[in-house]
């Protein structure tokens, strides 16, 4: 753990959670915002739909919305900063997060949208090395506390 200004500590772990969850929230407040007919539809799903999603993939936007918050659930319990009775069960679901995060970054690297690979490829390279992060921390990041 490190020791920061006045005496708290936090370790890698947590802060590398905390800026998953933060990250997390912007992308879900992109999702929620297709969903409800933001005109951003260029900029996912490969840019297949640009302007206002149609309705099948405004309810995907809003799955996807769900899931990622599911995500941000288990890198912020893994971290032991939430949900402690997901400690367990968080060890392996973590691995699930990193496995979909990576093929979300490479999906995005290679989409013919380059508005979409501008934005989503930063932003997945920082929510991998986060969830990394996380995943490969000591199991005293759950239990310290």
Known sequence: MNKLEGGVTMDIARVAAIIYAIVTFGVVAF???????????????GGASPGQFPPALRIAA????????????????????????????????????????????????????????AIWAPTLSLLLLSSLIVAFSSSSATSAG
């Open 31 to 45: 999702e929620i915002a297709l969903a409800a007919g933001a005109p951003w539809g260029a900029y996912a799903m």
């Open 62 to 117: 809003i799955v996807q919305a769900v899931l990622q918050a599911g995500m941000a659930a288990v890198i912020l319990a893994r971290a032991g900063l939430v949900l402690p009775g997901w400690s367990r069960v968080s060890h392996w679901l973590v691995w699930i997060v990193v496995t979909l995060t990576a093929l979300s970054l490479v999906l995005n690297l290679i989409t013919p949208s380059a508005g979409e690979r």
